[in-house]
């Protein structure tokens, strides 16, 4: 006699209808506790401003759809987001709002495109046309803006440059992103769909973003210890052949023509390069004409000391490596772009960029130590201040940037024994974070095996 | 030395950056007298006096200032007030008696001139 293939409704219902409820409850724990954990943070700062803006960074929604700033701007990622750093998100994630907020459904962002490559939508030019008017880019990070946003002209925010309304200063950068991403619906009504930020709140932001990161360029040349490393410097700073200097002065975001250093605006041609990647994906996406509207085809010079560890690269994410992001200038988009030609035209020999591919690789190589050295400086600085009530914030953000420089120098075959150094110092770090409460004599050890491997890149 | 020199200033001449802008798209949201770093320092707010639409000047009823309205001019309606959302205006919004908010073009806190953008406050 064969036995019946399904079980009765009456008695498989119940043991379903269990297993159904013992998943939902073990999805609401996962979440309690993910959202209890301290989330990584910059060091603490003095100055109250700094204090405010960063529970405003971090916490403040302005009433409106559920971001805040530290949605696209994450401190445990740099401050900028990434494909990889996306996929680790909870499908819950205010990042993810038009994916479960049926009024932005449509036109607030292309959500597909956002998880692909991390871009955002940004209507630049306008918002009488949602559906055919907007930009994908990627998210800037928010490190060393003191140094790397000004210009005779005036602030340069975004990556075009004038990402800020009003006056454009970094201290009204959040009243724009506000109206841009925070909304709840695409009418975009103050006092309906956001709270517009209060001159206060604009201050204390704005202290917060200039707290973040280095303070000052470095002084190049280092005295690096690596060889290949070593000659991408060289090669970096010499006017008749990287030409880097040009415009990232010391590796920084502030161009050098023999004049004042400041920030500045190009057109090197990244919109003209083939293959992009969000095109690959069959998607539409408008051509970016970067600053002013009518776009006048520039874009704003980024620093470049963090550069290894928040890709991809330029504008609109179209470069994947570090590598690849150096070896574009190589490339017919750049050396047929505005910029390229006027490089060229600045040439005895009339030559743009032209590297071969060991010194593509030493320059992206001298980045990474660059970005290396950074994210140790970062790092130290951070196991210093990791005290009192924050300290297991302050601790998961030394954390990774650890984990940052060890990446970093990995994906260039760099330093193995500098990265020995670096896992040691995870582990001991690590150990602090445990502990309750968090610190401990760990800390101590971790800031030594970070000596030992900052000693290992170049000489003080 | 010197052709390295002279190279140089026609490099930054020809990568001459342009200037910095504020960002305009957003700015059509911000209600009159909010506008970060402009309201109240750079912009004039008050009531339009008169129009003539031949020259497209508008001023002020004490003749305080008067702006321009040129092609480049962008004119918003700020609808706030009413909970409803701000939208694009033209010249003929540009009415004697409604409450303004120019923004001169450039920097600085002038009298006259072409006006940046105008905002125009639309209380239903």
Known sequence: ?460 | MRTMTLIVAALAVILAPSGAYGQKSTEMFIPIGKSPGLSGKVTYMGKIGTVDAETKLITDPAGDWKATVTAKTQIWLDRSSAKLPNREGTFADLVPGRFVEVKYEGKERKRSGPAEWIKIEVRS
């Open chain 1, 1 to 460: 006699m064969s036995q019946p293939t399904t079980s009765l409704p009456s008695a498989g219902f119940p043991r379903t209808a269990a297993l159904a409820a013992g998943v939902v409850v073990l999805i609401l724990v996962i979440v309690i506790l993910f959202q209890s954990l301290p989330r990584p943070e910059p060091p603490p700062s003095g100055d109250p401003r700094v204090e405010r803006g960063r529970r405003l960074f971090f916490e403040e929604t302005f009433e409106g759809n559920g971001r805040t700033c530290g949605s696209c701007h994450p401190a445990e990622n740099n401050f900028t987001l990434d494909p990889a750093f996306i996929a680790t998100l909870p499908p819950t994630d205010p990042l993810f709002v038009a994916e479960f907020t049926p009024a932005l459904k449509d036109n607030f962002e292309k959500p597909d495109l956002m998880r692909k490559f991390a871009v955002i939508l940004e209507n630049l030019d306008g918002f009488g046309d949602l559906g055919n008017q907007f930009v994908l880019r990627g998210i800037p990070h928010v490190l060393a803006q003191r140094i790397s946003v000004q210009s005779p002209q005036g602030p340069r925010t975004g990556w075009s440059g004038d990402g800020s309304p009003g006056d454009g200063s970094l201290r009204s950068f959040a009243v724009g992103a506000v109206i841009q991403h925070f909304t709840k619906r695409l009418d975009r009504v103050p006092g309906v769909d956001f709270r517009l930020p209060t001159d206060d709140e604009l201050d204390a932001l704005e202290a917060f973003m200039l707290s973040l990161g280095r303070q000052e360029d470095p002084k190049l040349p280092l005295p690096l210890k690596g060889e290949v490393a070593r000659r991408g410097q060289e090669i970096f700073l010499d006017d008749a052949l990287g030409k880097c200097n040009r415009c990232h002065q010391n590796a920084g975001a502030n161009a050098n023509f023999g004049g004042a250093n400041n920030n500045a605006n190009f057109n090197t041609g990244v919109e003209d390069l083939p293959d992009q990647p969000a095109r690959l994906s069959g998607a539409v996406v408008p051509r970016d004409d970067g600053l002013g509207t009518p776009g006048d085809g520039t874009f704003n010079t980024p620093p470049l000391v963090e550069a290894a560890d928040t890709g991809p690269f330029f504008h609109n994410n179209s470069i994947e490596t570090i590598e690849g992001a150096v070896a574009f200038y190589n490339g017919q988009a750049f050396n047929n772009s505005p910029a390229g030609r006027a490089l060229a035209g600045s040439d005895p020999n009339g030559v743009g960029i032209r590297l071969d591919a060991t010194q593509v690789v030493a320059v992206a190589a001298f980045l990474r130590v660059l970005n290396a050295i950074e994210n140790i400086r970062e790092a130290d600085a951070l196991l210093q201040a990791a005290l009192g009530s924050r300290a297991g914030a302050i601790l998961k953000q030394a954390l990774a940037e650890i984990r940052d420089a060890a990446r970093v120098l990995e994906g260039g075959g760099l330093h193995p024994q500098a990265v020995d150094d670096l896992r040691q110092a995870e582990r001991e770090a690590e150990k602090a974070l445990r502990k309750r409460p968090p610190g401990g004599p760990h800390l101590g050890e971790a800031r030594a095996f970070l000596a030992k491997a900052r000693s290992k890149l170049s000489d003080p």
